[in-house]
């Protein structure tokens, strides 16, 4: 098969292209090429089952298996991590992303059968003195994705009074 010559493989014998070098050129025609596409959500839908599990890049990746774990930034990373970031302003639309995020009050039901109703449920978590609480388990909760945590539930509140 003379297919090599004839321009269909990119490398000879079928090896594939692991290591092939794309030209500048090249790199930038392809990335022309999927700029600005419109993907059906079937495709999309497609592409997010092909990602789960096993097949994620980062599956197993987590805790003691990523390789940054138990790991800390040297003085001088965290100084040069500070410097890249001074003098960046967050656009506009940002703020109002996260002011709208910090708008949030939610209904915090105890299993003693206490109520809270709170502005910034990180705060509530960090300074509830009766438990150790994770304000990412209990937004899970008011998302609906769990029915408890640790016996407390939460839910989301339409923002109109004043909140603690």
């Not at 990523?66 to 967050?90: A, C, D, I, Q, W």
């Not at 002011?99 to 209904?107: I, L």
């Not at 003195?129 to 609906?144: Q, S």
Request: aromatic share 10%; with cysteine; hydrophobic share 25%.
């Amino acid at each position: 098969y003379a297919t090599f010559n004839n321009g269909y493989n990119l490398t000879e014998g079928g090896e594939g292209t692991i290591g092939f070098k794309q030209t500048e050129k090249t790199k930038r025609k392809i990335g022309i090429a999927n700029r600005n596409k419109i993907r059906s959500e079937e495709f999309k839908k497609s592409v997010s089952e092909a990602m789960k599990g096993e097949r994620h890049p980062m599956y197993g990746r987590c805790g003691k298996n990523n390789p940054r774990f138990g790991k800390k930034h040297s003085e001088e990373t965290k100084k040069k991590m500070s410097v890249s970031h001074k003098g960046k302003k967050l656009s506009d639309e940002t703020k109002k992303k996260l002011s709208k995020t910090k708008r949030k009050r939610y209904k915090i039901i105890a299993p003693n059968g206490e109520n809270f109703i709170v502005h910034g449920l990180r705060n509530f978590c960090r300074n509830y003195k009766k438990e150790k609480l994770n304000h990412a388990n209990l937004i899970k909760v008011a998302k609906g994705k769990w029915e408890h945590y640790k016996g407390y539930k939460c839910e989301y509140m339409e923002d109109k009074s004043n909140a603690v």
